[in-house]
């Protein structure tokens, strides 16, 4: 097993640095590069090991705090375990920070974050990947519009609002959109009604690009979380299983030289 190190790393942006986690193998080889957009409750233990486990499989992962603005993460205390209840009363107090990130400036801080890898040592040289969760996965697909030469892939795992009537909808990104794409839709999701997940894939389809939605059965929004009520194992399972074979195809044996 790949050992893997930590470290808590300071990433400028056009609005003061964002606080972020970075995970490598521990063996020092530039490794291809994957930035993970968190859902709304940020970087936090349960996400550090999240990345671990990517690091573990052969990349260097960059999770920053989205709200850096706000301060370092948590920007709200957070509970061990967030259940139903907790959620909510988390939610109203995250609105603030939610309303401070808009799509103009996730974009600059994706540039930013781009940037900074790319800068690095610790990641190969070329394209890197993304990829989101709950809000991140929008968020995801933003950069990958925004960045079409800095990303390769693309994934989304219970992404909500990704294709609304909003003139900045994440689907209208689809056209200048040129990594590979794949999503993992909640099956247990309002935020994400089958009819936008038609009119995503429909705009994902009419730009040629290449992509796989597939929607998990019985599954919350939420599902990969460990530390939330949301849980649930099979469909974690099967999100890392879908997210190491996008990101193998990306970056074969042979990108981390």
Not at 123 to 137: I, S
Not at 153 to 179: K, W
Request: glycine content about 8%; overall charge negative.
């Amino acid at each position: 097993m790949t050992d893997v190190r930590g470290a808590e790393v300071r990433v400028p942006t056009e609005d003061g640095a964002a606080d972020a986690y970075l995970a490598r193998p521990a063996d020092g080889v530039p490794r291809p590069a994957v930035l993970v957009f968190t859902d709304a409750f940020g970087l936090r233990p349960a996400v550090r090991d999240a990345a671990d486990r990517v690091a573990r499989a052969g990349y260097t992962v960059l999770v920053p705090n989205l709200f850096h603005r706000r301060g370092p993460a948590p920007v709200v205390e957070l509970p061990a375990f967030i259940d139903a209840e907790a959620r909510g009363e988390l939610f109203a107090r995250l609105r603030p920070a939610l309303r401070e990130l808009t799509p103009r400036r996730a974009t600059a801080d994706a540039g930013a974050y781009l940037r900074w890898l790319a800068e690095r040592p610790e990641a190969a040289d070329g394209p890197v990947a993304l990829t989101g969760y709950c809000m991140g996965a929008g968020l995801a697909l933003r950069a990958a519009g925004a960045f079409p030469d800095r990303v390769a892939a693309v994934a989304g795992f219970h992404g909500g609002r990704l294709a609304t009537d909003d003139p900045d909808s994440p689907h209208l990104a689809a056209p200048r959109i040129t990594a590979e794409v794949y999503l993992g839709h909640a099956d247990e999701d309002p935020s994400l009604p089958p009819e936008q997940i038609e009119r995503l894939e429909g705009a994902l389809t009419d730009a040629g690009v290449r992509h796989r939605c597939e929607v998990y059965p019985g599954a919350a929004h939420g599902f990969t979380q460990p530390d939330t009520a949301s849980y649930d194992e099979k469909a974690d399972e099967r999100h890392q299983a879908a997210l190491l074979d996008l990101l193998e195809r990306t970056f074969p044996p042979g990108a981390s030289t």
